[in-house]
Protein backbone atom coordinates (compact mmCIF):
# COMPACT_ATOMS: atom_id res chain seq x y z
CA UNK A 1 0.00 0.00 0.00
CA UNK A 2 1.23 3.41 -1.32
CA UNK A 3 1.80 5.92 1.86
CA UNK A 4 -0.27 8.79 1.76
CA UNK A 5 0.84 12.18 0.93
CA UNK A 6 1.11 14.88 3.34
CA UNK A 7 -2.20 16.56 1.63
CA UNK A 8 -4.38 13.13 1.95
CA UNK A 9 -2.64 13.25 5.41
CA UNK A 10 -4.41 16.57 5.82
CA UNK A 11 -7.68 15.50 4.50
CA UNK A 12 -8.44 12.54 6.64
CA UNK A 13 -9.91 14.04 9.40
CA UNK A 14 -12.14 16.17 6.52
CA UNK A 15 -13.99 12.93 4.31
CA UNK A 16 -16.21 15.73 2.59
CA UNK A 17 -12.77 17.20 1.28
CA UNK A 18 -10.87 14.95 -2.07
CA UNK A 19 -8.05 15.36 -4.03
CA UNK A 20 -8.99 15.99 -7.66
CA UNK A 21 -7.40 18.00 -11.03
CA UNK A 22 -8.29 20.18 -13.31
CA UNK A 23 -7.95 17.15 -16.38
CA UNK A 24 -10.75 15.28 -14.24
CA UNK A 25 -13.07 18.40 -13.75
CA UNK A 26 -12.69 20.92 -16.41
CA UNK A 27 -10.66 18.53 -19.08
CA UNK A 28 -7.53 21.10 -18.83
CA UNK A 29 -4.94 19.81 -20.84
CA UNK A 30 -1.96 20.44 -17.98
CA UNK A 31 -2.99 18.94 -14.39
CA UNK A 32 -3.68 21.31 -11.46
CA UNK A 33 -4.28 20.17 -8.01
CA UNK A 34 -7.94 20.81 -7.30
CA UNK A 35 -9.70 19.87 -3.41
CA UNK A 36 -13.40 19.27 -4.05
CA UNK A 37 -15.79 19.71 -1.05
CA UNK A 38 -19.01 17.85 -1.01
CA UNK A 39 -20.04 18.26 2.50
CA UNK A 40 -23.89 17.92 3.78
CA UNK A 41 -24.27 22.07 3.45
CA UNK A 42 -22.58 22.54 0.00
CA UNK A 43 -20.62 21.47 -3.28
CA UNK A 44 -17.18 23.62 -4.03
CA UNK A 45 -13.83 23.81 -5.70
CA UNK A 46 -10.43 25.40 -4.70
CA UNK A 47 -7.56 24.81 -6.82
CA UNK A 48 -4.55 25.03 -4.53
CA UNK A 49 -3.11 27.68 -7.13
CA UNK A 50 -3.83 31.09 -5.79
CA UNK A 51 -5.78 29.04 -3.12
CA UNK A 52 -8.27 30.26 -5.13
CA UNK A 53 -12.28 29.36 -4.67
CA UNK A 54 -13.78 28.52 -8.14
CA UNK A 55 -16.49 27.17 -7.35
CA UNK A 56 -19.18 27.44 -4.22
CA UNK A 57 -22.76 26.18 -4.25
CA UNK A 58 -24.92 25.75 -1.26
CA UNK A 59 -27.50 22.59 -0.94
CA UNK A 60 -30.72 23.29 -2.87
CA UNK A 61 -29.27 26.88 -4.82
CA UNK A 62 -27.81 27.81 -7.93
CA UNK A 63 -24.13 28.08 -7.88
CA UNK A 64 -22.99 31.47 -6.50
CA UNK A 65 -19.36 32.01 -8.00
CA UNK A 66 -18.98 32.04 -11.70
CA UNK A 67 -16.39 30.25 -13.46
CA UNK A 68 -15.64 30.97 -17.23
CA UNK A 69 -16.42 27.89 -19.20
CA UNK A 70 -12.97 29.48 -21.25
CA UNK A 71 -11.17 29.33 -18.19
CA UNK A 72 -6.98 28.25 -18.44
CA UNK A 73 -5.44 26.26 -16.55
CA UNK A 74 -2.09 26.01 -16.88
CA UNK A 75 1.00 26.79 -14.29
CA UNK A 76 1.56 30.24 -13.32
CA UNK A 77 -1.77 31.54 -15.21
CA UNK A 78 -4.16 33.48 -13.23
CA UNK A 79 -7.71 31.15 -13.16
CA UNK A 80 -10.55 33.62 -14.36
CA UNK A 81 -13.43 33.44 -12.59
CA UNK A 82 -14.07 32.28 -8.55
CA UNK A 83 -11.92 34.03 -6.03
CA UNK A 84 -8.66 34.94 -7.21
CA UNK A 85 -6.40 36.54 -4.40
CA UNK A 86 -4.85 40.33 -6.05
CA UNK A 87 -1.53 40.33 -3.96
CA UNK A 88 0.67 42.86 -3.01
CA UNK A 89 -0.51 44.99 -5.08
CA UNK A 90 -3.79 45.55 -7.13
CA UNK A 91 -4.45 46.22 -10.64
CA UNK A 92 -1.28 47.81 -12.37
CA UNK A 93 1.72 48.37 -10.47
CA UNK A 94 2.01 52.19 -10.28
CA UNK A 95 5.78 52.37 -9.86
CA UNK A 96 6.07 49.74 -12.76
CA UNK A 97 3.44 49.00 -15.07
CA UNK A 98 5.18 46.00 -16.87
CA UNK A 99 4.82 43.98 -13.45
CA UNK A 100 2.26 41.22 -13.35
CA UNK A 101 -0.81 42.92 -13.32
CA UNK A 102 -2.83 42.17 -9.65
CA UNK A 103 0.58 41.01 -8.14
CA UNK A 104 1.76 37.37 -8.43
CA UNK A 105 -0.19 34.88 -5.31
CA UNK A 106 -2.90 34.34 -7.32
CA UNK A 107 0.12 32.04 -9.74
CA UNK A 108 1.49 30.64 -6.64
CA UNK A 109 0.86 27.04 -5.57
CA UNK A 110 -0.10 27.84 -1.81
CA UNK A 111 0.15 25.15 0.93
CA UNK A 112 -2.65 23.73 2.86
CA UNK A 113 -1.32 23.99 6.48
CA UNK A 114 -4.64 22.82 8.35
CA UNK A 115 -8.31 20.98 7.46
CA UNK A 116 -11.13 20.57 9.52
CA UNK A 117 -14.84 19.53 9.37
CA UNK A 118 -17.71 19.40 12.29
CA UNK A 119 -20.50 17.25 12.75
CA UNK A 120 -22.79 19.21 10.42
CA UNK A 121 -20.39 19.25 7.65
CA UNK A 122 -18.68 22.59 7.96
CA UNK A 123 -15.41 22.66 6.34
CA UNK A 124 -12.33 24.97 7.04
CA UNK A 125 -9.30 25.22 5.40
CA UNK A 126 -5.78 27.05 5.93
CA UNK A 127 -3.36 28.37 3.30
CA UNK A 128 0.17 29.93 3.53
CA UNK A 129 1.84 32.08 0.70
CA UNK A 130 5.56 32.91 1.81
CA UNK A 131 7.59 35.47 -0.64
CA UNK A 132 10.55 34.41 -1.55
CA UNK A 133 14.04 35.89 -2.54
CA UNK A 134 13.62 35.61 -5.87
CA UNK A 135 10.45 37.46 -5.45
CA UNK A 136 12.53 40.93 -4.41
CA UNK A 137 13.10 42.35 -7.62
CA UNK A 138 9.15 42.55 -8.08
CA UNK A 139 7.96 43.40 -4.70
CA UNK A 140 11.37 44.24 -2.86
CA UNK A 141 9.46 43.25 0.87
CA UNK A 142 9.44 39.85 2.24
CA UNK A 143 5.82 38.94 3.36
CA UNK A 144 3.97 35.64 4.50
CA UNK A 145 0.16 35.36 3.82
CA UNK A 146 -2.37 33.44 5.65
CA UNK A 147 -6.10 32.38 3.90
CA UNK A 148 -8.81 30.73 6.21
CA UNK A 149 -11.71 29.44 4.18
CA UNK A 150 -14.69 28.52 5.87
CA UNK A 151 -17.37 26.55 3.62
CA UNK A 152 -20.57 26.58 4.95
CA UNK A 153 -23.92 27.51 3.87
CA UNK A 154 -22.49 30.27 2.70
CA UNK A 155 -18.64 31.71 2.73
CA UNK A 156 -16.49 33.13 5.16
CA UNK A 157 -12.72 34.18 4.43
CA UNK A 158 -9.94 35.44 6.76
CA UNK A 159 -7.28 37.11 4.75
CA UNK A 160 -3.82 37.72 7.00
CA UNK A 161 -0.64 39.42 5.66
CA UNK A 162 2.60 39.33 7.69
CA UNK A 163 5.41 41.47 7.07
CA UNK A 164 8.57 39.61 7.74
CA UNK A 165 10.99 42.11 7.01
CA UNK A 166 12.51 45.00 8.12
CA UNK A 167 11.03 47.82 7.38
CA UNK A 168 7.41 49.44 6.58
CA UNK A 169 5.99 47.07 3.78
CA UNK A 170 3.33 48.99 1.35
CA UNK A 171 0.41 46.45 0.18
CA UNK A 172 -2.52 46.39 -1.35
CA UNK A 173 -5.04 43.39 -2.08
CA UNK A 174 -8.42 42.20 -3.25
CA UNK A 175 -10.89 39.34 -3.62
CA UNK A 176 -11.44 39.46 -7.04
CA UNK A 177 -14.69 37.91 -6.25
CA UNK A 178 -16.91 36.32 -9.72
CA UNK A 179 -20.34 36.16 -8.98
CA UNK A 180 -23.22 34.26 -11.15
CA UNK A 181 -25.43 36.80 -12.66
CA UNK A 182 -28.99 35.26 -14.58
CA UNK A 183 -29.12 38.66 -15.95
CA UNK A 184 -26.92 41.20 -16.62
CA UNK A 185 -29.15 43.54 -17.48
CA UNK A 186 -31.63 42.79 -14.46
CA UNK A 187 -28.77 42.68 -11.87
CA UNK A 188 -28.03 45.34 -9.38
CA UNK A 189 -25.49 46.18 -7.07
CA UNK A 190 -26.63 47.96 -3.75
CA UNK A 191 -24.93 49.94 -0.92
CA UNK A 192 -22.93 52.48 -2.61
CA UNK A 193 -25.50 55.27 -3.70
CA UNK A 194 -24.26 58.57 -3.46
CA UNK A 195 -20.55 57.13 -2.67
CA UNK A 196 -17.82 58.78 -4.78
CA UNK A 197 -15.97 56.16 -7.06
CA UNK A 198 -13.01 56.30 -9.35
CA UNK A 199 -13.83 55.74 -12.72
CA UNK A 200 -11.46 53.55 -14.64
CA UNK A 201 -12.99 53.63 -17.58
CA UNK A 202 -12.46 57.79 -17.44
CA UNK A 203 -8.84 57.63 -16.84
CA UNK A 204 -9.82 56.94 -12.85
CA UNK A 205 -12.18 60.51 -13.26
CA UNK A 206 -14.09 61.05 -9.62
CA UNK A 207 -17.62 60.53 -9.75
CA UNK A 208 -20.27 60.17 -7.32
CA UNK A 209 -22.79 57.18 -7.63
CA UNK A 210 -26.59 57.82 -8.33
CA UNK A 211 -28.98 55.13 -6.92
CA UNK A 212 -28.12 51.58 -7.58
CA UNK A 213 -25.29 50.22 -10.01
CA UNK A 214 -26.50 48.58 -13.25
CA UNK A 215 -24.43 47.35 -16.09
CA UNK A 216 -25.59 48.68 -19.38
CA UNK A 217 -21.87 48.59 -20.69
CA UNK A 218 -18.07 48.56 -19.47
CA UNK A 219 -18.01 49.19 -15.26
CA UNK A 220 -14.72 49.57 -13.70
CA UNK A 221 -15.18 51.47 -10.74
CA UNK A 222 -13.06 51.73 -7.54
CA UNK A 223 -14.98 52.77 -4.53
CA UNK A 224 -12.70 53.65 -1.45
CA UNK A 225 -13.29 53.74 2.41
CA UNK A 226 -17.03 52.23 1.82
CA UNK A 227 -19.70 50.65 4.25
CA UNK A 228 -19.63 46.59 5.48
CA UNK A 229 -21.58 45.45 3.58
CA UNK A 230 -23.06 45.51 -0.30
CA UNK A 231 -25.62 43.33 -2.05
CA UNK A 232 -26.43 41.90 -5.44
CA UNK A 233 -30.18 42.19 -6.26
CA UNK A 234 -30.55 39.36 -8.73
CA UNK A 235 -30.74 36.20 -8.84
CA UNK A 236 -28.53 34.82 -7.28
CA UNK A 237 -28.96 37.57 -4.61
CA UNK A 238 -26.20 38.17 -2.35
CA UNK A 239 -24.56 39.80 0.47
CA UNK A 240 -21.42 40.76 0.87
CA UNK A 241 -19.43 41.87 4.06
CA UNK A 242 -15.75 42.66 4.94
CA UNK A 243 -14.61 43.96 7.81
CA UNK A 244 -11.20 45.96 7.59
CA UNK A 245 -12.06 45.44 3.82
CA UNK A 246 -12.21 48.98 3.24
CA UNK A 247 -12.24 48.99 -0.64
CA UNK A 248 -14.90 48.11 -3.24
CA UNK A 249 -14.35 47.12 -6.62
CA UNK A 250 -17.10 46.78 -9.20
CA UNK A 251 -16.68 45.07 -12.83
CA UNK A 252 -17.82 43.74 -15.89
CA UNK A 253 -16.35 44.22 -19.16
CA UNK A 254 -19.05 45.04 -21.29
CA UNK A 255 -19.16 42.67 -24.67
CA UNK A 256 -16.63 45.32 -26.78
CA UNK A 257 -13.39 44.56 -24.05
CA UNK A 258 -14.82 40.95 -23.47
CA UNK A 259 -14.29 40.09 -27.07
CA UNK A 260 -10.87 40.90 -27.04
CA UNK A 261 -10.29 38.65 -23.22
CA UNK A 262 -10.02 34.95 -24.68
CA UNK A 263 -11.21 33.50 -21.34
CA UNK A 264 -14.36 35.86 -21.59
CA UNK A 265 -15.36 36.41 -25.10
CA UNK A 266 -18.70 38.01 -26.11
CA UNK A 267 -20.41 34.77 -25.38
CA UNK A 268 -19.94 34.94 -21.37
CA UNK A 269 -19.39 38.21 -20.87
CA UNK A 270 -22.99 38.60 -19.24
CA UNK A 271 -23.02 35.94 -17.31
CA UNK A 272 -21.07 37.02 -14.27
CA UNK A 273 -20.39 40.51 -12.26
CA UNK A 274 -17.10 41.29 -9.97
CA UNK A 275 -18.33 42.87 -6.60
CA UNK A 276 -14.77 42.83 -4.98
CA UNK A 277 -13.72 43.92 -1.47
CA UNK A 278 -9.95 44.90 -0.19
CA UNK A 279 -7.66 47.62 0.25
CA UNK A 280 -6.16 49.43 -2.51
CA UNK A 281 -5.97 53.15 -3.91
CA UNK A 282 -6.11 55.38 -0.81
CA UNK A 283 -6.87 52.89 1.40
CA UNK A 284 -3.85 50.06 0.65
CA UNK A 285 -2.21 49.25 4.05
CA UNK A 286 1.59 50.37 5.52
CA UNK A 287 2.29 46.80 7.45
CA UNK A 288 4.95 47.57 10.42
CA UNK A 289 7.56 45.59 10.32
CA UNK A 290 7.03 41.73 11.94
CA UNK A 291 3.12 42.82 12.70
CA UNK A 292 0.50 41.49 10.67
CA UNK A 293 -2.99 42.90 9.39
CA UNK A 294 -6.51 40.72 9.05
CA UNK A 295 -9.45 41.31 7.10
CA UNK A 296 -12.35 39.26 6.74
CA UNK A 297 -14.71 38.64 4.44
CA UNK A 298 -18.66 37.07 4.61
CA UNK A 299 -20.72 36.37 1.51
CA UNK A 300 -24.63 35.28 2.34
CA UNK A 301 -27.77 35.30 0.90
CA UNK A 302 -29.51 39.00 0.90
CA UNK A 303 -32.66 39.21 3.17
Known amino acids: MTNPTPLHEQLISTPSVSIADTC ?48 TFSESCPIRGGIPICAPWFGVNKQDPGKPKHGFVRTRCWQLIDAAENDIGEVELTFTCTSEERDLPLFPHPFSLNLVIRLSDHIDISFSVLNTGQSLMPFSWALHSYFNVDSLKDVRVEGLDQHPYLDATQNFLSVIQNGSISFKSEVDRVYESVSQEQSISGSPSLSIKGDNCPTAIVWNPGIKLATKMADITADHYDQYICLERGAAFANSWDVLPQQSVTSTLTILPSK
Open 24 to 71: ELYQSTESLTLLKIESPLCNAVIALQGAQLLEFTPKNSAPWLWLSPKA
